[in-house]
Nanobody, 123 residues
Framework: QVQLVESGGGLVQTGGSLRLSCAVS????????IGWFRQAPGKDREFVAA???????SYADSVKGRFTVSRDNALNTVFLQMNSLKPEDTAVYYC?????????????????WGSGTQVTVSS
């Protein structure tokens, strides 16, 4: 069973940057594709970005050009670099693991989820 733990969230001003980390344990990160999702109060969980085992990436339109997802299999960690943050980026951010890089924007198909890290962007 794979476990995921997010870290790196916090409070930042509009235009600032944060780097989130997703530490994977229990099985090798190289086994999985990893997705990042976020959920704001009163809203559904939404797709942010995903990275395949090959390193291929996919992004939501709302974060393209501002967010970058990367992975370091040696560290068993996936990163989400978030730049030019906006108040609408405020949410709890989750990482999740799946085997196949298919329909990555859907929450279904992800075998394990972390507990999330809060990101708050002040205006």
């Amino acid at each position: 069973q794979v476990q995921l733990v997010e870290s790196g969230g916090g409070l930042v001003q509009t235009g600032g940057s944060l780097r989130l980390s997703c530490a994977v344990s229990g099985r090798a990160l190289s086994t999985y594709a990893i997705g990042w999702f976020r959920q704001a109060p009163g809203k559904d969980r939404e797709f942010v970005a995903a990275i395949a085992r090959s390193g291929y990436t996919s992004y939501a339109d709302s974060v393209k050009g501002r967010f970058t997802v990367s992975r370091d299999n040696a560290l068993n960690t996936v990163f989400l670099q978030m730049n030019s943050l906006k108040p609408e980026d405020t949410a709890v951010y989750y990482c999740a693991a799946r085997m196949a890089f298919l329909n990555v924007a859907s929450t279904s198909g992800y075998a394990s989820w972390g507990s999330g890290t809060q990101v708050t962007v002040s205006s």
